[in-house]
């Protein structure tokens, strides 16, 4: 079965210093994954997918994720974080199958500090 | 603006009250989704719907059940509704109705559902 860890329920940063957000996958075949982002009281929004065409995907408002086929990882990161990257990020792998079924990581909470 | 509306944005209710969520997918999109998230659960799968025809259950109790109109939006139907039924529910869409890297899923701002 797939499956996401986001190795890290909070994370800390101060305004224009780099984010890492990691997550891990696992599955028995080339994954489909996913980034979402969630800001308070809000829906969530695609960050960015990989599509197996480059291993470095990148996203909107400058967010860059690299897939690892090696380390199973698929982290998110950003060089400088501003203070409207505040939000919940989850970590998501659909499943490669007749279904559409997203699989959500437990998300990582993004505080960026002035 | 994903263009995936919801209604209504919140809902209170009682315990064993019965509540309807309604969902209208963006244009174009065959696929809808219902998902649920609780600080405990996270976010969980519970439902999918393409073209009119249920595609896929997740952990959705026997309490709750959805349809796909012909129009294609869709309704999830929560009934003897519990404390912990509490949480906020969310409608996604998607052209395609299988896995894999186009399934890139658009999601409504969601509905929050109180059960006191």
């Known amino acids: 079965a797939q499956s996401v860890t986001q190795l890290d329920s909070h994370v800390s940063v101060s305004e224009g210093t780099p984010v890492l957000l990691r997550c891990n996958y696992s599955s028995s075949y080339s994954p489909s994954l996913f980034w979402y982002v969630q800001h308070p009281n809000k829906g969530l929004q695609l960050l960015l997918k990989?599509?197996?065409?480059?291993?470095l995907v990148k996203g909107i408002n400058g967010f860059e994720a690299e897939f690892k086929k090696s380390e199973t990882s698929f982290h998110l990161t950003k060089p400088s974080a501003h203070m409207s990257d505040a939000a919940e990020y989850f970590c998501?792998?659909?499943?490669?199958?007749?279904?559409?079924?997203?699989?959500f990581g437990q998300g990582t909470t993004l505080q960026v500090k002035p | 603006d994903s263009g995936v509306t919801q209604t209504p944005k919140h809902l209170i209710t009682a315990t064993g009250q019965r509540v309807t969520l309604r969902c209208s997918p963006r244009s174009g999109d065959l696929s809808v989704y219902w998902y649920q998230q609780s600080l405990d659960q996270g976010l969980q799968f519970l439902i999918q719907y393409y073209n009119g025809e249920e595609r896929a259950k997740g952990n959705i109790l026997e309490r709750f059940s959805a349809q796909q109109f012909p129009d294609l939006h869709s309704e999830l139907n929560l009934s003897s509704l519990e404390l912990g039924d509490s949480a906020l529910y969310f409608c996604a869409s998607s052209v395609v109705g299988s896995g894999g890297v186009y399934n890139e899923q658009f999601f409504g701002p969601g509905t929050r559902l109180t059960v006191l």
């Open positions: 990989y599509t197996s065409a480059a291993t």
């Open positions: 998501v792998v659909s499943e490669s199958s007749n279904t559409g079924k997203l699989i």
